[in-house]
């Protein structure tokens, strides 16, 4: 009976470190859904004080989370906990209103909500007058 052999190529798939392959960071795992009139995403950042370490932020219709885990541990060993800063973004539906968004922290899973309501209208039509 012969032993599979492990693919050695240069890209071999990682399935541990999936969440790493976007960009190259580690990345903030989501869901995201639509909860009555809320938008709602939830994230997972456990391990982190979230008065220090996390920040929020909507920034041209786009939400964004960045995430500061510091690795405090004194014995240095073995460790699959992944440490350093965290980005993710999240782009918000039509007629995700900004104003009123919460974002509370408990047992490692950050939720943010956002009302929804019809899609703002962005612009306008502007007269032509004619000149004197």
């Not at 932020?57 to 500061?68: F, H, M, S, T």
């Amino acid at each position: 009976m012969s032993t599979p052999t492990r693919n050695r190529s240069l890209f071999a798939l990682d399935w541990v470190g999936l969440p790493r392959l976007t960009l190259g960071t580690p990345g903030i795992r989501i869901e995201e859904f639509v909860d009555g009139e809320m938008y709602v995403v939830r994230a997972e950042v456990p391990g982190v004080d979230p008065t220090r370490d996390v920040q929020v932020a909507i920034v041209d219709g786009v939400l964004r989370i960045r995430v500061e885990r510091a690795d405090s541990r004194e014995a240095r060993g073995s460790s699959e906990f992944q440490y350093g800063s965290f980005d993710r973004t999240v782009p918000l539906p039509a007629g995700a209103r900004e104003d009123g968004v919460t974002a509370t922290y408990d047992r490692g899973i950050l939720d943010v909500r956002l009302r929804l309501g019809p899609p703002l209208q962005r612009g306008r039509e502007i007269p032509v007058r004619a000149g004197s």
